[in-house]
């Protein structure tokens, strides 16, 4: 089951997104053959590359950003929600078209505001695996989750909407992490870790067994995390240090 935010930052099971158990070899994890991703960077390039091995077509691509060229010359780009718009008019039913959000980083909020602003118009979310990332089968992750390249996702771990499990991270046995949450590259959850919505663990990052992570938190690059971290705090170096704070996420932005 997803994770959520109380009063505090703490984290608490959320029924309306259930999270699935992770079937052994699932790679694609959706009804749909045709898929469509918002954001048009990197990500997007990324996410192709394996959904496409998985007989899944990318037919466009939404991104906010003006004067962004597609990074496919076979695959049209849209912008923003009028652009969403034009598409959906032209295509009639959507609700055989999955959607991946492909925006990653501290973006977590938006990656789960774009989830529920695509879903509330029939399109279909999926979850993404890597051919060469593990999954354990009793892993439960929850829609529209991207676990990339020789990732690993342990025994008993449960993902909420949204998150990204970058190239080579890892997130050990009996880890929670919340909505929109991004583990860059070669980040390392040890066991029983927490994480709070949106909070973003950045690459090569280690964070000690039993540690909780605020909503909101950025972890730097290399950080060795001892303790917990508040929420909405940034904090770097080897031990984890406080460096700064980020503006609190006003509860309905993510809503809207």
Not at 148 to 153: I, P, S, T
Not at 172 to 178: C, I, N, Q, T, V
């Given at each position: 089951m997803p994770w959520s935010r109380t009063t505090g930052g703490s984290l608490t099971a959320r029924a309306a997104t259930p999270a699935v158990p992770w079937r052994r070899g699932e790679r694609v994890n959706g009804r749909a053959r045709r898929v469509v991703f918002w954001g048009a960077t990197g990500q997007?390039?990324?996410?192709?590359?394996?959904?496409?091995?998985?007989?899944?077509?990318?037919?466009?691509?939404?991104?906010?950003?003006?004067?962004?060229?597609?990074?496919?010359?076979?695959?049209?780009?849209?912008?923003?929600?009028?652009?969403?718009?034009?598409?959906?008019?032209?295509?009639?039913?959507?609700?055989?078209?999955?959607?991946?959000?492909?925006i990653g980083g501290e973006h977590g909020a938006a990656r789960v505001r774009i989830h529920r602003f695509l879903e509330d118009h029939g399109l279909e979310p999926l979850t993404a695996v890597h051919p060469s990332a593990f999954v354990a089968d009793n892993a439960r992750l929850g829609p529209g989750c991207q676990?990339?390249?020789?990732?690993?996702?342990?025994?008993?771990?449960?993902?909420?909407?949204?998150?990204?499990?970058?190239?080579?991270?890892?997130?050990?046995?009996?880890?929670?992490?919340?909505?929109?949450?991004?583990?860059?590259?070669?980040?390392?959850?040890?066991?029983?870790?927490?994480?709070g919505d949106y909070a973003m663990v950045g690459a090569g990052a280690i964070v000690l067994p039993r540690t909780r992570i605020g909503e909101g938190a950025v972890i730097g690059a290399g950080a060795v995390v001892l303790r917990d971290v508040e929420a909405w705090t940034v904090v770097a170096g080897n031990p984890a240090r406080l460096i700064g704070s980020r503006e609190p996420l006003n509860p309905r932005a993510a809503e809207e």
């Open positions: 997007a390039k990324v996410l192709r590359e394996f959904v496409a091995a998985r007989g899944v077509t990318l037919v466009a691509l939404f991104d906010d950003t003006e004067e962004l060229a597609s990074p496919f010359p076979d695959v049209p780009i849209y912008r923003g929600r009028e652009g969403f718009a034009r598409w959906l008019a032209e295509v009639g039913d959507p609700s055989e078209v999955g959607f991946l959000v492909a676990i990339l390249a020789h990732a690993v996702v342990a025994v008993e771990c449960e993902l909420g909407r949204d998150c990204i499990v970058n190239t080579a991270a890892s997130v050990d046995h009996e880890g929670r992490l919340g909505d929109g949450v991004h583990l860059a590259p070669g980040a390392r959850l040890a066991g029983c870790v927490s994480v």
